[in-house]
């Protein structure tokens, strides 16, 4: 019985790398598909502009947009892929250099405020790994604020065995039914040019691979809360 | 001084080959350009040629020899491997990028999704290289 187990859990394991390796290869020649066609579409759009009409200008924009739009997603695909098909490089990272690292990297628009209150701590992870938690978290929370004046605070815990991390934002919120659906694969709630719904559940998946746990408290219309814990020791 | 280069283009794909030759063709600095499809391909051109290029732009995902695979074997030839190589890919693969370094690479470029990018980052790379020295084979 037991060994029947064991058996099955090494063939699941297996099938879920294949599975891995699969969805990497193919996101990664569909990528080369797109920057081709994406070359071919800047041409056409180069030679022509002046020789179509402003609705065809207009659709060919919108054909760039979809383009750059399956881009991300490929992207997207690649990196969650990727989450546990390599094994981690742990280095010493302090959080507080790292996240506004992060911060000065995203395109953050003048109206949204994004401040860290308190001291954040000096973790032993993997810095890829912990970059994508805080990026996509950080900017779901600017990318779909509706404030005039958009706020979004980054704090933490710290409790005997973890660290209890908090982004706390004054954008739409998110309806109770969504609170756990959002952490699924491409489950996106509103719609904005660059989102497509892997953020959280790349956020997801490296957390699970320390051990950590992410939820969110919100209320529609105030803002959200997402929390997300990692454990001082972790099993890797 | 800005010199013009002889470049060496190892691409399979002829869009790819496309963008390229589109994007030198606007440029001030006249380079020349040798195309190889494959590895293989680019090692016979090496091989044949008295004048070596002054510059290898490579890709990594090309049939038969791929880059990763001539990569290595300029890197171990004693005549092939001062000619500095920058790899252009549409991967950015961690695993790509230690394996490239490790070798030796004069740099490694991600193609970017749209031309314009594209162009811009082949013109910044062309342009360094240009007012450099080389090893003359």
Redesign the interface.
């Known amino acids: 019985m037991m060994h029947q187990k064991e058996q099955l859990l090494q063939k699941l394991k297996y099938q879920n790398e294949q599975l891995n390796d699969y969805a990497h290869l193919v996101s990664?020649d569909l990528?080369?598909s797109?920057?081709?066609l994406?070359?071919?579409l800047?041409?056409v759009k180069e030679d022509c502009i002046e020789k179509i009409g402003e609705e065809s200008v207009g659709n060919l924009n919108l054909m760039e947009a979809k383009?750059?739009k399956m881009?991300q997603f490929l992207e997207d695909i690649i990196n969650y892929s990727e989450i546990g098909a390599?094994s981690l490089k742990i280095t010493t990272i302090d959080l507080n250099k790292k996240v506004s690292k992060i911060i000065d990297s995203l395109h953050i628009p003048q109206n949204i405020k994004v401040v860290v209150k308190g001291n954040l701590p000096v973790l032993n992870a993997d810095a890829?790994r912990l970059r994508q938690v805080f990026q996509n978290l950080i900017s779901n929370a600017v990318n779909f604020n509706d404030k005039e004046n958009g706020l979004i605070e980054i704090g933490v815990e710290e409790a005997e065995d973890l660290f209890t991390f908090s982004l706390k934002d004054n954008g739409q919120g998110i309806p109770q039914e969504y609170h756990e659906k959002i952490f699924n694969n491409f489950t996106t709630l509103g719609y904005h040019e660059k989102s497509t719904g892997m953020g959280l559940s790349i956020a997801k998946r490296v957390l699970d691979l320390y051990g950590g746990e992410i939820w969110v408290e919100s209320e529609v219309s105030k803002g959200s809360i997402f929390y997300f814990t990692i454990p001082k020791k972790h099993h890797q | 001084m800005r010199k013009s280069l002889n470049i060496l283009l190892v691409e399979d794909d002829m869009i790819e080959i496309m963008k390229f030759n589109r994007t030198i063709s606007k440029l001030a600095c006249h380079h020349n350009i040798i195309e190889a499809k494959n590895g293989e391909e680019a090692l016979d051109i090496l091989y044949n040629n008295e004048s070596l290029p002054d510059l290898i732009l490579l890709d990594l995902n090309m049939p038969k020899i791929n880059g990763l695979e001539f990569l290595s074997i300029i890197r171990n030839n004693n005549q092939l491997k001062y000619i500095p190589t920058v790899i252009l890919t549409s991967s950015n693969d961690h695993k790509d990028v230690a394996d490239c370094h490790q070798l030796g690479i004069a740099g490694y470029l991600v193609k970017p999704l749209k031309f314009s990018d594209y162009s811009e980052s082949i013109k910044t790379v062309l342009d360094y290289w240009c007012f450099n020295e080389f090893v003359q084979a």
């Open positions: 990664h990528k080369s797109l920057r081709s994406s070359a071919l800047s041409w383009i750059e881009d390599t890829r």
